[in-house]
């Protein structure tokens, strides 16, 4: 069998510039997949494939094995990452149809766990920027679908693989209880707990205008998309208000017979391990 967990991920970069590495890159895949002897693909996606449709088309609810291309509607106002994958997605959808053995997996916000983070990725430049700042965004209708990399979302990929009859279908790796999903705000006041620099909420256009005031801050490389009104006056980061619930039957299901899997930690603890390996990057030009 072969796993393509491989993506660029940008989100100021265009469409076009996420193209080959992500959509010509999933034809590769199934080439490679094809090549001699067909075999079983396990493809990553995210579950970003969809956009904004909560605040675009409405939809309350994404089953597992819905298309994202029915959401079409909501891509104009997502990243070119996002709108890559939708694309991507799209082909692996059509080889299924065709009869090739692929199951799609769609994590959510990937957190580490091994102690050590990336300081640039977007989760870590949010975070020190904020605190660096002493404010966050207030961004009430969102919540955030953490999940831990390798007690969740590889076990899970492992285990679902083990059977041919999970083949066909698409797993929304996002947390099996949606409870426990933790809100944006929730996440900062988590820090707040867990870190000297305190913050606190302002409106998220006050926000954007205090840090992009400031030339050296984590977080000015993404001033474009952070700051860029896309749909009824909001950033792209604020048509992510109103949420859609992402489907979790097939997951389930799939780890029904792997307890230790789905029963996955409360997301407030997989986030205070995450922070706390964090700390040491997040707050190191704050003198931490």
């Avoid at 291309?69 to 890559?84: I, R, V």
């Avoid at 580490?112 to 002493?134: A, V, Y």
Wanted: glycine share 8%; hydrophobic share 35%; charged share 20%.
């Amino acid at each position: 069998m072969v796993f393509h967990p491989g993506a660029k991920v940008s989100y100021v970069a265009p469409y076009s510039s996420h193209r080959q590495a992500n959509t010509i890159g999933t034809l590769n895949i199934l080439e490679f997949s094809n090549h001699r002897r067909l075999k079983a693909l396990h493809y990553s996606s995210t579950i970003t494939s969809y956009g904004p449709t909560g605040f675009v088309t409405g939809a309350r609810l994404l089953p597992e094995d819905e298309r994202p291309a029915a959401h079409l509607a909501a891509l104009p106002y997502d990243t070119g990452y996002a709108q890559s994958q939708n694309v991507a997605e799209g082909i692996i959808w059509d080889a299924i149809d065709h009869g090739f053995p692929i199951a799609i997996h769609r994590p959510g916000f990937v957190l580490g766990e091994s102690g050590i983070c990336n300081p640039d990725d977007f989760t870590s430049r949010l975070f020190m920027s904020c605190m660096e700042m002493g404010s966050y965004p207030s961004l009430p209708g969102q919540r955030q679908e953490f999940v831990p990399v390798v007690d969740f979302v590889v076990n899970s990929m492992l285990h679902i693989s083990t059977k041919q009859t999970n083949l066909g279908h698409a797993y929304n790796l996002v947390h099996p209880n949606l409870d426990d999903a933790i809100s944006t705000i929730a996440s900062f006041e988590l820090i707040n707990e867990l870190s000297p620099y305190q913050m606190k909420g302002i409106p998220y256009d006050d926000w954007v205008n205090s840090m992009s005031e400031r030339v050296d801050d984590p977080l000015h490389p993404l001033t474009p998309m952070l700051r860029e009104r896309v749909c009824d006056q909001k950033t792209r980061w604020e048509v992510y208000e109103g949420m859609s619930e992402y489907g979790r039957a097939n997951m389930v299901q799939a780890l029904q017979d792997a307890p230790e899997v789905l029963h996955c930690r409360p997301i407030e603890t997989v986030f205070q391990r995450s922070l706390q390996s964090r700390m040491p990057c997040c707050g190191r030009k704050g003198g931490g």
